[in-house]
Nanobody, 126 residues
Framework: QVHLQESGGASVQQGGSLRLSCVAS????????MAWFRQAPGKEREVVSM???????TYADSVKGRFTISRDNAKNTLYLQMDILSPEDTAIYYC????????????????????WGKGIQVTISS
């Protein structure tokens, strides 16, 4: 059974930076599409960024140019570097692994991902 554990969440001021990490319990992050989702209070969970097994990355329009997804296969760890943070980035952030395919879906939804971390809070104050 694969487990994902996020870390790095915090409360920071607008304009600041954070780096989230997601450690997998087994060697899995390089063979599947991995993603970061977030869910703000009262809103649906939305995809933030994805990385396929061959390293292709995609980003939500709201974070392009500010967030960077990456992974360290040797450490079984997925990262999300978040810069120029704004209060609109406040949410619980989740890492997730796609069910089967190494590629990422063109129109991602939560149903494409079957392994989830418990989530971690990120709060940005103005």
């Amino acid at each position: 059974q694969v487990h994902l554990q996020e870390s790095g969440g915090a409360s920071v001021q607008q304009g600041g930076s954070l780096r989230l990490s997601c450690v997998a319990s087994v060697d899995t992050i390089n063979s599947r599409c991995m993603a970061w989702f977030r869910q703000a209070p009262g809103k649906e969970r939305e995809v933030v960024s994805m990385i396929s097994s061959d390293g292709r990355t995609t980003y939500a329009d709201s974070v392009k140019g500010r967030f960077t997804i990456s992974r360290d296969n040797a450490k079984n760890t997925l990262y999300l570097q978040m810069d120029i943070l704004s209060p609109e980035d406040t949410a619980i952030y989740y890492c997730a692994r796609r069910s089967v395919w190494p590629t990422c879906p063109g129109e991602p939804s939560t149903s494409h991902f079957n392994i989830w971390g418990k989530g971690i809070q990120v709060t940005i104050s103005s």
